[in-house]
């Protein structure tokens, strides 16, 4: 929590914000505090209403303990917002229901930038990319026994990486007399196999992408978080998810389409929304920063935020 720790910008406040608050004297949830950005807003616009909030990274929970100590409206936990149900129980009961939950998926800038984290291909650090370092395998603990099947599978599934196969087996070759202990040396391993770099992007970034996303269990925790979420709110309650990549946006809005539509059924059947049940409903559509935004911040060029409200119990 130095002066040179690097800086956060959080993405669409207001915007998520706005959508987010229905009762300043609600319960609320930030399940990805980061450097406190939206949480600071949220409490910003709360009278008695109280802020719960998540993070994995032990450096998140330090700022997070910081504003616990400004404002006792305010409560942090480190653990990730899969588990908020238990959190939940703890603060308001069994029966315990909130207001509105924000996700601001993915990874925040300080961890990227601080090199000593494992993240970026583009200054050398420790090849790390947990969030939360005291907890399971680290990149390169990974990388020194995965198969090569499954390391190409999680390139292309979480990365979208094409070359998969071909990066996948030029690390296992490499490892067979090197170990990979940086992020630089991984970097340039995917960089020499990929063979076809796209314009403006690093060759190593899916690569990068699918492991991170892998090691984290990001998108396994998006997916439990999203059900553990609709089911903690309030009627008029709200969920509102800033998804950072296609994979992140393409679950949130599955998951809120199939709440507020029903499932995907073949047309000729007999159902009518009456006998689906439905509880929720989106709100307004899939919203992407001003071009204002993505001037003065480059990373949040491929937020996409999208808002679903509890209209029944
Ligand atoms: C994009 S940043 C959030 C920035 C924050 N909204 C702000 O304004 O400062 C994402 C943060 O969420 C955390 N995170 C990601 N997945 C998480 C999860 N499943 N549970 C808890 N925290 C998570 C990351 O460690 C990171 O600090």
């Excluded at 946006?249 to 029903?262: A, E």
């Excluded at 047309?267 to 409903?281: G, Y």
Aim: proline share 4%; with cysteine.
């Amino acid at each position: 929590m130095t002066e040179a720790t690097p800086k956060h910008i959080s993405v669409m406040l207001n915007e998520s914000v706005d959508e987010l608050i229905t009762n300043p004297d609600g319960f609320y949830l930030d399940g990805t505090f980061g450097r406190g950005g939206h949480s600071r807003l949220i409490l910003s616009r709360l009278q008695q209403g109280k802020l719960l909030g998540f993070d994995k990274d032990p450096v998140a929970i330090e700022y997070g303990e910081a504003l616990q100590r400004e404002d006792e409206r305010f409560h942090i936990v480190q653990d990730s917002f899969a588990n908020m149900t238990e959190h939940i129980t703890n603060a308001l009961g069994e029966s315990g229901r909130v207001d509105g939950i924000l996700m601001d998926l993915g990874v925040s800038s300080p961890q990227l930038d601080d090199a000593e984290r494992g993240f970026s291909f583009m200054n050398d650090g420790p090849l790390d990319m947990r969030m939360n370092p005291s907890k399971g395998e680290s990149a390169a603990q990974w990388l020194a026994h995965v198969k090569e099947q499954e390391l190409a599978d999680v390139m292309y599934q979480y990365g979208e990486e094409r070359f998969s196969r071909r990066i996948a087996r030029a690390i296992c070759e490499y490892r067979s007399h090197t170990p990979i202990l940086t992020t630089l040396q991984l970097a340039k391993i995917v960089a020499d196999a990929n063979p076809a770099w796209e314009k403006g992007k690093n060759p190593a970034t899916r690569a990068f992408q699918g492991i991170r996303i892998f090691i984290n269990n990001e998108l396994k925790d998006l997916e439990i978080g999203l059900e553990a979420a609709a089911n903690a709110l309030k009627v008029g309650g709200r969920l509102v998810v800033i998804s950072f990549h296609s994979l992140e946006d393409r679950i949130v809005k599955r998951f809120m389409k199939t709440l507020s539509k029903g499932p995907d059924l073949p047309r000729h059947l007999p159902i009518q929304n009456a006998h689906l049940d439905i509880k929720f409903k989106t709100v307004g559509k899939a919203l992407k920063p001003s071009k204002s935004e993505v001037n003065d911040n480059v990373r949040s060029r491929s937020a996409v935020m999208r808002v679903l409200e509890r209209i029944r119990d």
